[in-house]
């Protein structure tokens, strides 16, 4: 007697999206906003934002839940509580973030853990992927320590560098430093999703 089998249920991915104290963290809404459209079942999107970051979007004009440094301290009162950065990073399979200030970067290079996205990257599982896109400031991005900064992210962390691009930028500058545009982040992060998937066919 024929059996028929029953379709595959693929789970859908995680992206795990993390937003600092650039100006470019106003296209926010419209990243996520991009990839809900044209991925839509295919996964799911939570975002991480410094205090900073939300000076540039509103959280309530993203298509996903945000969250920031006050969650984690308010989700957690007593030691059996769950520790918020380690959830997330158990529930991510990809932590992109887009944009990836100075500051952060410099952190993140450094091992320090001050903040939600910090705390995460620290804890990350090292099998998963993270993309990280820099912006900043021209003379901020020609400084020395960004390139040794990012040598550490690349060479011994194993991130993905999606590089700024050269326009006028909003402190009035022109060069190199503004964050790649909304659609090429979105193509690689989909390229991302793309491969995952791809390994586990």
């Known amino acids: 007697m024929e059996t028929t089998s029953s379709p595959v249920v693929r789970a859908k991915k995680r992206i795990l999206i993390g937003a600092t104290g650039s100006v470019a963290s106003v296209k926010i809404p419209l990243i996520v906003r991009t990839l809900v459209e044209e991925l839509g079942d295919l996964i799911e999107i939570k975002v991480v934002a410094t205090n900073a970051a939300l000076h540039f979007f509103n ?16 989700t957690w009162k007593v030691i059996s509580d769950p520790v918020l950065h380690i959830e997330l990073r158990k529930w991510a399979d990809l932590f ?6 100075a500051n952060t970067l410099a952190k993140a290079a450094q091992g320090l853990c001050d903040n939600l996205i910090t705390c995460i990257l620290r804890a990350w599982d090292e099998s998963r992927p993270v993309i990280v896109c820099p912006a900043m400031n021209t003379n901020m991005w020609n400084h020395k320590f960004t390139a040794r900064h990012l040598s550490i992210l690349t060479d011994e962390l194993g991130y993905r560098v999606i590089p700024p691009i050269s326009k006028l930028l909003a402190c009035g500058d022109l060069g190199v430093g503004a964050m790649a545009e909304y659609r090429t982040i979105v193509d690689e992060i989909k390229k991302e999703i793309d491969c995952m998937k791809s390994i586990e066919d």
């Open 59 to 74: 959280p309530s004009n993203v298509l996903a839940e945000v969250l920031t440094d006050k969650h984690e301290w308010d």
């Open 96 to 101: 992109v973030i887009c944009p990836l200030d």
